[in-house]
């Protein structure tokens, strides 16, 4: 009886020392054991010992296995899914260019820049009562278009002076509104249609100094000039308007001219896309206009 005690003593001895290495001994083990038996008799008893130890080595190393590999499994889905959903650096970086590139080239940089610091562009848009500030407008549907292109790199900023031509806007110095934002780009329908009749030349004088003002503030602006919207067979506001992107071009600001957009002034067709009186676009006509601008400011 005490040989058998040892047998067994032994068997549990070496069993444990096989769960502490974690299987690193079990050949060591398997020799051993032979070694026991061989030493204390071959029983029956020892014979069905050493086969329940073995069974149960089996079952502790088949199930460490599969949870090993289980979890192993696991952690590697993870890691693949966490490395499909996170864009790289490279990849945001590439998200980025690709939006930038819709931009116009003159605002690229800009852009970037505003988007390396977190401070949005000031973008003002500002012109008589056919730069409308109500919903539904052109300047709403375009600073919309803009904010879920470019997402916070703009802040678009509408006002709108009516009744006003550009000798009140001086007088009145109703321009200093905008000077006062400082803005980065600054989107101009200068007043033209109610100064019909006037004087071009005087006009353009206004709006020179209208200019200057702003720029004498924040010499970087980026300016762009558009006429107000075509009305119905008018006779000398069509020679004012080419005359104001003549004086765009030779001062160096960026002339976008919508009418294109419009049909022809001489076609009776154009009053479906204004108000009565021709003052300012109606919905169709504020579709046009934005349209136009947000084909050139999202490319």
């Not at 032979?34 to 008893?45: D, P, Q, S, Y």
């Not at 149960?56 to 590697?76: M, R």
């Not at 009418?259 to 022809?264: Q, Y």
Request: with cysteine; net charge negative.
């Amino acid at each position: 009886m005490k040989s058998d005690n040892l047998s067994f003593h032994s068997i549990f001895l070496l069993k444990s020392i096989f769960l502490f290495v974690n299987g690193q001994f079990l050949l060591n083990f398997d020799i051993i054991f032979v070694e026991i038996c061989c030493t204390e008799g071959k029983t029956l008893e020892k014979v069905l010992a050493l086969v329940s130890c073995l069974a149960t080595i089996c079952v502790i190393i088949v199930g460490q296995i599969y949870w090993e590999g289980k979890i192993k499994s696991h952690a590697e889905a993870a890691h693949t899914m966490t490395e499909e959903s996170a864009p790289t650096i490279d990849k945001v970086e590439e998200i980025d260019e690709l939006t930038f590139n819709q931009l116009p080239q003159e605002l690229v940089e800009k852009a970037k820049l505003a988007k390396q610091t977190g401070e949005k562009l000031k973008f003002v848009i500002y012109g008589s009562e056919a730069t409308s500030t109500d919903e539904g407008a052109w300047p709403q549907l375009l600073k919309d278009q803009l904010e879920e292109n470019y997402g916070d790199i703009f802040d678009v900023l509408i006002y709108s002076d009516e009744d006003k031509t550009t000798y009140d806007v001086i007088d009145e110095k109703l321009y200093e509104k905008v000077v006062g934002e400082q803005p980065d780009v600054f989107l101009f329908e200068p007043f033209i249609l109610k100064d019909n009749g006037l004087g071009i030349d005087q006009t353009l004088e206004n709006i020179s100094f209208i200019l200057e003002e702003i720029k004498s503030k924040h010499p970087d602006v980026t300016i762009y000039i558009q006429p107000a919207h075509p009305i119905y067979n008018a006779i000398y506001y069509p020679r004012e308007v080419d005359e104001l992107g003549q004086f765009s071009e030779e001062n160096g600001y960026i002339y976008l001219n919508h009418w294109s957009s419009w049909p022809e002034q001489d076609n009776e067709q154009i009053l479906d896309f204004l108000t009565e009186g021709q003052n300012k676009p109606n919905e169709d006509g504020n579709k046009v206009w934005a349209e136009f601008l947000i084909n050139y400011f999202v490319k």
